[in-house]
Structure formats: structure tokens, C-alpha cells
């Protein structure tokens, strides 16, 4: 039976209609048996946990959300199918001409003979690069599966803010007659509150700009940046990294601000992105 593409699930996330599972053995073309390696297509019912189906079939959440291809795990439709493999293990795509089963299973830390044997090639052989394997027993990097479960960013304000303009067009806070892009959110909060990494990183700027006024921009993992701005005091140093219960700095009105307030940016290979398409500002 084809397998319907799956862009979300939650490790916690239970469904909520009703519906019946199916577990249905995939024909020949994807199933390698003398190698041990078989598929199941998976479907999902009522109050189903990514958690638990892989802990039913002996797999791993990392071994669905990679063989599935899932983007964000906050979703999932009920009668949708998940690929389920009959170990535990990631898929891998070849990176350079001339990669081996013995060197990728090095770099995750498994069994060569296992992931050799799951894929029908010979450990010592010389692959080609966008070849996709399963590696078994091997484990998503922590911050690529932390990022795909909606984890990864964080509210940099703990408490006793608003959002006060959201990301996209707005009429101007300067001039009423103007509409301007806004590329971040702006959360309003008194003067002095405590600001925190929405995720960890390294500093790369602690400045003053005339429009963000004393500003922080923080590089982390998959190619995000985020900016925070209008400081009334910056408590962090360029090059130094910072964890989540990290200040680096305090809310002020610096720069073109109408009240104290933070500014907050979230980058994505440094185009901005909405916020709370990663964060969730209704938790303080």
C-alpha cells in the first residue's frame, strides 16, 4: 500500500479523532530480507503518541521522525501513514564520493557489520554521494530532533510581558500615515527585566546600533541567529556562549523605541522568520 507523506508528529502529541490502525507489510521492492531490514506501513488512530508507537515495534522516535522525513512534530492527521523500519536506526545520506558504512557508522558510534548488513553493501565499499542508508542503532543529532519537536527555542521573557506588534506589516509606531515590515515581535514588559537566550549559543554581536539601540545577535545550531534589542543594559561579551538560563542583558527603550520592550528576531539562514512560528508567547 503507498505511504501518504507525513510532515508532523508529536512525540507527545495525542490525536483526536477516532480512527483504526493498519499495519500493513510493504511489498518486495521495499522490503531487503536476506538483510533483516523490512518496512511496515503504520496507520495512525486515536490517541496515538509517536513515543509509544515506536516503543510497540522496538524502534526509536529518532527511527520515525528520520524515515518519515518529519519537518515538525506538532501534527499529525489520523488516518495518515508512517513507515515503520524493523530496527532501530536513522537514514543517512551520503555526503562525499567515496564515504564507507565503516566510516559513517564510526561517526555515529554503531555496529558497521549491522548497518552493512541492513543495507546489502559491503563495509569497505566505496559509496556515491546523495546515496541514502540506514544506519541502525544510530541516534538524531540532539538539537536537529530538539528543533523537529518544537524545542529548541524558548521565550527569552520569563514573565510580566505583553506582545505589543507582531511580525509582518504594521502602520508605523513613528508615523501613522506609513506602513512599515516589522521582522520581529515586540514584547512589552518593565524596565530592567531580565533577558534570556531563547536558545543556546554563541555571541557573535553585543553592540549599539540607532535603531535597535544596545542589541545582542546570538548564532545557533541549523543555520538560526536570534536578535535582541532595545537593551536598557547588555550582560553578555562577544564570543562568549550562553545557555538558556543565561541574562544577557535587560529590557530598555535604547534606540527607536516608543517604551521599554524587547525586541526579538528570529533568523533562519539569515532571513527573518516569524517568532512564533518557534516559540510559544502564551507560556510565561
Known amino acids: 500500500m503507498p505511504v501518504e507523506p507525513v510532515e508532523n508528529i508529536a512525540a507527545g502529541t495525542v490525536i483526536e479523532q477516532?480512527?483504526?490502525?493498519?499495519?500493513?507489510?510493504?511489498?518486495?521492492?521495499?522490503?531487503?530480507?536476506?538483510?533483516?531490514?523490512?518496512?511496515?506501513?503504520?496507520?495512525?488512530?486515536?490517541?496515538?503518541?509517536?513515543?509509544?508507537?515506536?516503543?510497540?515495534?522496538?524502534?526509536?522516535?529518532?527511527?520515525?521522525i528520520s524515515v518519515n522525513n518529519i519537518k515538525s512534530s506538532r501534527t499529525l492527521q489520523v488516518g495518515q501513514y508512517l513507515r515503520i523500519p524493523s530496527m532501530p536506526g536513522i537514514l543517512y545520506t551520503v555526503k562525499n564520493d567515496g564515504e564507507t558504512v565503516n566510516a559513517i557508522a564510526t561517526r555515529f558510534k554503531v555496529d558497521a557489520e549491522k548497518t552493512s548488513a541492513a543495507n546489502g553493501v559491503d563495509m569497505a565499499a566505496a559509496l556515491t554521494a546523495g546515496r541514502t542508508i540506514f544506519v541502525a542503532d544510530a541516534k538524531m543529532d540532539p538539537y536537529t530532533k530538539m528543533e523537529i519537536n518544537g524545542d529548541l527555542?524558548?521565550?527569552?521573557?520569563?514573565?510580566?510581558?505583553?506582545?505589543?506588534?507582531?511580525?509582518?506589516?504594521r502602520v508605523s509606531p513613528f508615523d501613522a500615515s506609513k506602513r512599515t515590515y516589522h521582522g520581529g515581535i515586540d514584547m512589552a514588559c518593565p524596565q530592567g527585566t531580565s533577558i534570556y537566550p531563547s536558545a543556546e549559543g554563541t555571541v557573535i554581536t553585543a553592540a549599539w546600533s540607532?535603531?535597535?539601540?544596545?542589541?545582542?545577535?546570538?548564532?545557533?545550531?541549523?543555520g538560526y541567529k536570534t536578535l535582541y534589542g532595545h537593551m536598557s543594559k547588555i550582560t553578555c561579551t562577544k564570543g562568549q556562549y550562553v545557555y538558556q538560563s543565561t541574562v544577557i542583558g535587560k529590557v530598555?527603550?535604547?534606540?527607536?523605541?516608543?517604551?521599554?520592550?524587547?525586541?526579538?528576531?528570529?533568523?533562519k539562514n539569515d532571513r527573518s522568520i516569524n517568532p512564533e512560528s518557534r516559540v510559544n508567547f502564551s507560556i510565561k
Do not use: C, M
Open 252 to 267: 530598555g527603550s535604547t534606540g527607536q523605541s516608543t517604551g521599554p520592550h524587547l525586541h526579538f528576531t528570529v533568523y
Open 210 to 222: 540607532n535603531i535597535y539601540g544596545n542589541y545582542v545577535i546570538l548564532e545557533h545550531h541549523s
Open 18 to 64: 477516532a480512527e483504526t490502525t493498519d499495519i500493513i507489510e510493504e511489498n518486495n521492492a521495499d522490503t531487503q530480507q536476506d538483510s533483516g531490514l523490512s518496512y511496515f506501513s503504520y496507520r495512525v488512530k486515536k490517541g496515538d503518541i509517536i513515543g509509544l508507537i515506536a516503543q510497540e515495534y522496538n524502534v526509536t522516535e529518532d527511527t520515525i
Open 153 to 169: 527555542f524558548k521565550n527569552p521573557l520569563h514573565s510580566g510581558y505583553y506582545v505589543s506588534s507582531r511580525f509582518g506589516w
